[in-house]
């Protein structure tokens, strides 16, 4: 199994333009979760899904944020415009999530962004 | 979420065991026990859950007071691939809203060879 995988594993970019972080998740797995990890927040989620669907997006921290999931396979993280303060290592997580059965969530490497 | 308090962080040496303490005053009766931890350069990873009795796995051990309100992440030898930041997390269990995990500071582990 290749486990969660992201990409890309760094992006540099400058402020103002269009960041698109893209994740695969572990197939079968029917929840997906965005994390941002910086030195001064630790980890904290963003939003999650469930079968495709949005369930919590309360961590997202403005309307530049936004995150789709298409279909089971796939997951996208936009920030437009791009801020220096959104420089951090996002995380994408997924995990078979049913009733009564608590299963544990897989992280990917994670994608490091630099806003110059 | 019921909050938990963990050392900021604790040194082991190679090959001896290592307990890392969390404390959960404020757990209800659902609150499941888990830990992560997150290795250097990498996403955090599943170690170990429990609910009300002691769990082995292969990679640790988790001891859960009676009163569940502290529990004790054991590993048993570490060793320099342990060095981790250790997270110990609440979670709602038997409802799919519990699917959250709200993590804390955690407690750097050093491993000395």
């Known amino acids: 199994d290749a486990g969660v995988i992201q990409s890309p594993r760094h992006e540099v970019t400058e402020m103002g333009q269009e960041v698109t972080l893209r994740c695969k998740p572990i197939s079968g797995h029917n929840s997906l979760f965005w994390y941002r990890q910086t030195m001064m927040r630790g980890l904290e989620l963003l939003i999650y899904f469930n079968n495709n669907v949005p369930i919590d997006d309360s961590g997202m921290p403005e309307d530049r944020f936004s995150a789709k999931m298409p279909n089971a396979s796939f997951s996208t993280l936009k920030i437009q415009p791009s801020e220096p303060r959104d420089s951090a290592v996002y995380f994408c997580?997924?995990?078979?999530?049913?009733?009564?059965?608590?299963?544990?969530?897989?992280f990917g490497p994670g994608t490091r962004l630099t806003v110059l | 979420d019921a909050k938990t308090t963990q050392p900021n962080s604790m040194e082991s040496n190679e090959e001896e065991p290592v307990h890392l303490p969390c404390n959960h005053s404020t757990i209800s009766g659902t609150d499941y026990i888990h830990w992560y931890r997150q290795l250097p350069s990498q996403g955090p990873e599943y170690v170990i859950h429990g609910l009300t009795s002691n769990v082995n796995n292969r990679m640790a051990s988790l001891a859960i007071a009676e009163d569940r309100k502290s529990s004790t992440l054991i590993l048993h030898r570490a060793t320099l691939r342990d060095a981790a930041v250790y997270y110990c997390?609440?979670?709602?269990?038997?409802?799919?809203?519990?699917?959250?995990?709200?993590f804390g500071e955690g407690t750097q582990l050093t491993v000395n060879p």
């Open positions: 997580a997924s995990s078979f999530n049913q009733v009564a059965v608590l299963n544990e969530q897989f």
């Open positions: 997390i609440l979670r709602v269990g038997v409802r799919t809203s519990g699917s959250r995990l709200t």
